[in-house]
């Protein structure tokens, strides 16, 4: 049975009207073969939709975010604040339980087409477990965000097979855009182009370190430490024929080496489609006389190499100006020649 079709019949089985009932339908929807399906598209925004705004992991004030605002309205789109926003429990977006409440508003408010979560941090897997998407499958709409929202990005797309956008977030977005560096308003512009509908195609630089080759599959990813956190959750992604973007920011290469290790040891990397690696930032640099003696490119090909699928290094995603709106769980080609990446969205 065609994976939306199974969720449909199960939802109208289950009524969806107990958390029961839901844990019943992600532990079914968990068992598909996911990596056969292609996911399910929240309608694209149009001008005067309703955009919500929340804060599901670290916390931020009213005022930092009103430059987004100010974009987002001059695309056409209406705003609306969430509780969340302006509210503080030491680093989180206030309490557990406020957050929950916050996000779950907005999941269930037929009204808002989509959720831009405010910024990253950390958050969102101490509260993904106590939200109920059952209005939300019902209704699908873009949940945004990048980093600690990775998270989300996995449960959605694993549990529920709902695509969702990897984005910069209103922490992100500058004071004047239009005095921006431009690739700062290219990138934010990417968010627009993706909410209303365009097909994205981005063509960057091609490494010299790249694994040649073209992928055709579904595209899933994030940040690599919010990956590893989900493994041998219902929210683990299923990677199997998919083209796998990962970025990761502040962290040692033997950090780096651990996280990717644990990808490895749990098959995640084993049946992919293609491989981007984005940015990698920040590296913290080795104490004296505990160097790690391996580079990001060493720590990757390390544990790829008995695999053949394409992989390209310094893709224009992650903690970085260049951090393009990605709409994981839809269909993209990878092409990696010697002169050039190309990633575009597939219709059809």
Not at 105 to 121: E, F, N, T, V, W
Not at 248 to 271: C, I, P, T, W
């Amino acid at each position: 049975m065609n994976r939306k079709h199974f969720l449909s019949a199960l939802a109208t089985t289950a009524g969806l009207t107990t958390l029961p009932a839901l844990a019943r339908l992600q532990q079914a929807a968990a068992a598909l073969p996911l990596h056969e399906e292609r996911l399910l598209i929240p309608p694209y925004l149009k001008p005067g939709d309703l955009i919500g705004i929340t804060c599901p992991a670290g916390h931020i004030t009213l005022e930092e975010i009103k430059p987004a605002i100010r974009i987002m309205e001059s695309w056409g789109f209406k705003i609306r604040i969430g509780n969340t926003v302006n509210k503080a429990d030491f680093s989180f977006g206030g309490t557990d339980k406020e957050r929950q409440q916050d996000m779950q508003a907005m999941l269930d408010d037929p009204s808002i087409k989509a959720i831009m979560c405010a910024r990253g941090g950390y958050g969102s897997a101490r509260i993904v477990d106590q939200l109920d998407f059952s209005h939300f499958i019902q209704q699908p709409k873009w949940v945004i965000g990048f980093s600690d929202i990775t998270v989300l990005h996995c449960h959605i797309n694993r549990l529920y097979g709902i695509a969702t956008l990897h984005s910069k977030m209103c922490n992100s977005f500058p004071d004047d855009y239009n005095t921006a560096e431009p690739i700062v308003q290219q990138t934010i512009s990417s968010i627009r182009d993706a909410l209303s509908g365009q097909q994205l195609h981005y063509t960057t630089f091609s490494d010299s370190r790249n694994r040649t080759g073209s992928a055709k599959g579904i595209l899933i990813g994030g940040n690599l430490s919010m990956i590893q956190s989900v493994l041998a959750t219902n929210s683990e992604p299923d990677t199997i024929g998919k083209i796998l973007f990962l970025e990761e920011v502040g962290e040692y290469l033997y950090s780096l080496d651990r996280m990717f290790n644990s990808l490895q040891r749990a098959h995640k990397l084993d049946n992919l489609a293609g491989l981007i690696i984005g940015g990698f930032n920040r590296i913290k640099p080795d104490d004296p006389g505990e160097e790690f003696g391996r580079t990001v490119y060493d720590i990757v090909m390390e544990k790829v190499k008995d695999s053949t699928y394409p992989v390209c290094f310094g893709f224009p995603v992650g903690h970085q100006k260049d951090n393009y709106a990605l709409k994981c769980g839809i269909m993209h080609q990878l092409q990696i020649s010697r002169d050039e990446v190309r990633l575009d969205e597939l219709r059809g």
